[in-house]
């Protein structure tokens, strides 16, 4: 029986000591990042506690996995981790680690639609980032997303943020369509949006703009044409950079967006999709 006690009173002990060694290192610095200030780390969905302790072992931000492993187990932890994609600084003890892992915070990418983008300029940078994943499907009809700054996580398919865009542009389009002013020659939005990304592409200054937005609704109102650079260049390049002046033969041969008046942009916006807010020459 004494046996019996003793040896109990060694494991306790023991115990006793690996909680409390457990404890300390719970709260010590960790190593410092192979480069720079913090260790970026992506924990997969239905990840394990021990694989999750061995990634960061092997991404060099834990000392210890087992010690991580058991730390968390101890604290029942576990469960409360989030996959996602996360940056771990320098010397993070696993007491942080585990705080940024139950965050759920993961790394927010960013993608910057400019304005003056066409939505096939905007396709094609969606295409291109390293990031997202999955097929964009086809090119967007013209005016149908917003450009905007987007963030994202790391998972996001090209074809869900091509659809936050769209869903943006629809969104902006209803608030501001709503609170228009009375009397301006608009039937409905999308005619509104070719005339602003004429007027944009008119001037880069946007002091400038209100003043060229009131000489067009004016010309439209009396049944005038436009006469707008841009319409001519549009037709050409469908929005893209032209690159060299206007030859004489563009400005007098045919092309169906140039010296629009208002009949001719309600025909056309019935035909094609209107550009985006602030959007290439229509």
Not at 40 to 46: D, M, T
Not at 117 to 142: H, R
Not at 193 to 218: D, M, P
Request: aromatic letters at 6%; a positive charge; charged letters at 20%.
């Amino acid at each position: 029986m004494r046996r019996l006690f003793l040896v109990l009173l060694v494991l306790a002990v023991i115990g006793a000591g690996v909680v409390e060694w457990a404890n300390a290192a719970w709260t010590e610095p960790g190593p410092p990042p192979v480069q720079g200030a913090q260790t970026v780390v992506l924990i997969a969905p239905r990840s394990r506690i021990h694989d999750i302790a061995q990634q960061l072992q092997d991404a060099h931000v834990l000392n210890y996995a087992p010690a991580f492993e058991f730390d968390l187990r101890l604290r029942q932890l576990g469960d409360k981790l989030k996959a996602g994609e996360y940056a771990i600084p320098s010397k993070a003890s696993m007491a942080d680690i585990a705080a940024i892992l139950m965050s759920g915070k993961s790394i927010q990418h960013k993608l910057t639609a400019a304005e003056g983008l066409t939505s096939d300029m905007i396709w094609k940078l969606v295409n291109a980032d390293p990031v997202l994943t999955g097929d964009a499907g086809p090119a967007p009809e013209e005016g149908t997303l917003l450009p905007e700054t987007y963030l994202f996580t790391r998972g996001t398919t090209r074809a869900q943020l091509l659809e936050r865009m769209r869903a943006a542009q629809q969104q902006f389009l209803s608030t501001h369509w709503s609170g228009r002013d009375a009397g301006l020659p608009f039937q409905q939005p999308a005619q509104a949006v070719i005339l602003a990304s004429i007027v944009e592409k008119e001037t880069a200054l946007a002091e400038e703009r209100r003043h060229i937005a009131s000489v067009f609704v004016n010309r439209l109102k009396a049944d005038m044409k436009l006469q707008s650079d841009p319409t001519i260049i549009y037709g050409l390049t469908r929005g893209y950079p032209l690159g060299r002046g206007i030859r004489e033969s563009e400005i007098s041969g045919p092309t169906p967006y140039k010296h629009l008046c208002h009949r001719r942009v309600a025909a056309w916006s019935d035909r094609q999709s209107g550009q985006g807010r602030h959007r290439g020459g229509a």
